[in-house]
């Protein structure tokens, strides 16, 4: 049985306006893959929307949707975090538009009537494959390599997108500006071996408490930072700050060492006090070190 990334049944997404072609499509891939999830789409904006909210392992797409292009639907979510990958299905006579689709992002082709259950077969089985394995080198490509978590151009895209989906829908986006205090003089004392093992230590509590759709990034040396989506009121926002804090200034114990460290947190939120991701990254560095100044804690204003 051919498995999603999550070890579930595979999710295919039909798109195309011939319901023959659909239909002589959803009958091989039903004999393959009995388990699978099979939807349909008659068109890019309807094939979008599912994308954007459902699991969709393999899109088979037509090029030629009226007056839509597949390659705009490929174009579109090539380039994202999507664990979709695109199957072009095309006629023997427009073969250079398949390459082109190939160009933009589509994994593979094939042609309309002309492919065998084996051609169709291995054709998932490569882009499914495939897809997975550029996620993995995205995933490892935006990850700290010390801590695991976010690295500073993931987190930069992801407040980009929780502020245009503000500016959108609504709502406020939140985030911390965490610096480490006291994290010098001990891996001064203790080594950077030990250094590194307690900034593991503070990246897996800095996780604790926050949600999924929360983000946790390394800035830098022991400057971290955390992105709240859809935040709430001010004073929820610095209670969860604090909160934080606490959180971080309890001992680590590391090695048969007991070290202690304290945190510097600045609060900055949009659209309040910025309305673009390096403006409000500015803020929240602002703040953090006005609450450096006062002695460690958590500053919002």
Not at 47 to 65: G, N, R, T, Y
Not at 245 to 254: A, E, F, N, V
Not at 262 to 290: H, K, W
Request: overall charge negative; glycine content about 10%.
């Amino acid at each position: 049985m051919l498995k999603d990334t999550d070890g579930g049944p595979a999710s295919f997404l039909l798109v195309e306006d011939d319901v023959f072609v659909v239909r002589a499509l959803a009958r091989k891939l039903r004999a393959l893959y009995p388990d699978a999830v099979l939807r349909e789409a008659a068109g890019v904006e309807e094939a979008a929307a599912i994308i954007s909210h459902e699991p969709i392992d393999v899109c088979f797409v037509d090029l030629f949707l009226g007056s839509d292009s597949g390659i705009d639907l490929i174009e579109g979510f090539h380039s994202s975090q999507v664990r979709t990958a695109f199957i072009v299905l095309t006629s023997s006579s427009v073969r250079e538009l398949a390459a082109r689709a190939l160009q933009a992002g589509a994994i593979d082709y094939l042609i309309k009537g002309g492919f065998s259950d084996f051609e169709l077969e291995k054709s998932v089985t490569f882009a499914v494959h495939h897809r997975q394995r550029q996620l993995v080198a995205h995933k490892l490509a935006m990850a700290d390599p010390l801590t695991g978590v976010a690295n500073r151009v993931l987190f930069w895209d992801r407040l980009r997108t929780a502020i245009a989906r503000s500016q959108r829908d609504g709502g406020r986006v939140a985030m911390f500006y965490v610096d480490i205090d006291g994290f010098k003089p001990v891996n001064d004392r203790f080594g950077h071996s030990l250094g590194d093992l307690l900034l593991q230590a503070i990246a897996e509590r800095l996780g604790h408490g926050l949600r999924a759709v929360d983000t946790v990034a390394r800035l830098g040396g022991d400057e971290f930072g955390i992105l709240l989506e859809k935040a709430g009121e001010p004073p929820d926002v610095r209670r969860v700050a604090e909160k934080l804090r606490d959180r971080l200034c309890q001992p680590y114990h590391i090695t048969g060492a007991t070290l202690s460290v304290g945190a510097s947190i600045g609060i900055a939120s949009a659209p309040c006090d910025a309305g673009d991701p390096e403006s409000l990254i500015d803020v929240a560095d602002q703040r953090m070190y006005a609450a450096k100044r006062l002695g460690g804690g958590v500053v919002d204003a």
